[in-house]
């Protein structure tokens, strides 16, 4: 049973690292993709599977207004979430880690997660306004 469940931890990380499936998923997106490699995997197996990726640090989970996003990439960055076409852009930036340096050292806390959401328009968003 335990190695079935690698087996499937494995499947959900192969498919979230795709190139084409940087699209930040949600739950029931990943869901689809996972049955289109393997239709055996009945649905709360997938799920409990997800929910123990995040648990062991190995996914992110991210609020957004539409609700949970899964990301593969554990890297410290944020996230650009369309207003218009809900497509969730990252964000990367130095500034991050000079921000939990300083929330750290100045609140004495330990940061081990963040969830940092912008909402706005995407490039390809404001293209089509301005038309
Ligand atoms: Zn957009
Ligand atoms: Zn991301």
Known sequence: ????????????????????????????????????????????TIYRNIKKLVREGKIKKILTNDGYRYDINADLHGHLVCVKCHSVYDLYDES????????????????????????GLCPKCQESNNK
């Open 96 to 119: 991050y880690n000079k921000l939990v340096a300083h929330l750290e050292k100045n609140y004495q806390v330990k940061i081990s997660n963040t969830n940092i959401i912008f909402d």
């Open 1 to 44: 049973m335990e190695t079935r469940n690698t087996k499937q931890k494995e499947l959900i990380l192969d498919i979230l690292s795709r190139k084409e499936n940087m699209i930040h998923p949600t739950i029931g997106e990943l869901t689809t993709l996972v049955l289109n490699e393997d239709k055996s995997i009945g649905q709360a």
